[in-house]
């Protein structure tokens, strides 16, 4: 079993950053990709962003290229996400997934591909 706690979430101004964490633990901590989602309110939620983990490659909503940046950290088994030139847009409880198998990396947006999910961090952009 594991465990995804986020945290990092906040009011920020339009144009400002903002970096969210995603910290994992467990027994048995295996991850083949991790993924970042949000959803706003009256919205379905929808993927940001993904990385994998060997590998570390990287995929991103067009929504979000060239504003958010996707990392992690191998020994804190921490994924974090830095958010940039921010939106009210932007506005909405940001999840953090896991998954153990290669589907979220052929399929980085269908929520079935991750095995675990986090409670979510509220990230309010204000215009």
């Known amino acids: 079993q594991v465990q995804l706690v986020e945290s990092g979430g906040d009011l920020v101004q339009t144009g400002g950053s903002l970096s969210l964490s995603c910290a994992a633990s467990?027994?048995?901590?295996?991850?083949?990709?991790m993924g970042w989602f949000r959803q706003a309110p009256g919205k379905e939620r929808e993927f940001v962003a993904l990385?994998?983990?060997?590998?570390?490659?990287?995929t991103y909503a067009d929504s979000v290229k060239g504003r958010f940046t996707v990392s992690k950290d191998d020994v804190k088994h921490t994924m974090y996400l830095h958010m940039s030139t921010l939106k009210p847009e932007d506005t909405a409880v940001y999840y953090c997934?896991?998954?153990?198998?290669?589907?979220?990396?052929?399929?980085?947006?269908?929520?079935?591909?991750?095995?675990?999910w986090g409670q979510g961090t509220q990230v309010t952009v204000s215009s």
């Open positions: 997934a896991l998954g153990n198998t290669m589907a979220p990396s052929h399929f980085p947006s269908d929520e079935s591909s991750y095995d675990y």
């Open positions: 990385i994998t983990w060997r590998w570390n490659t990287t």
């Open positions: 467990g027994r048995r901590f295996e991850a083949y990709a």
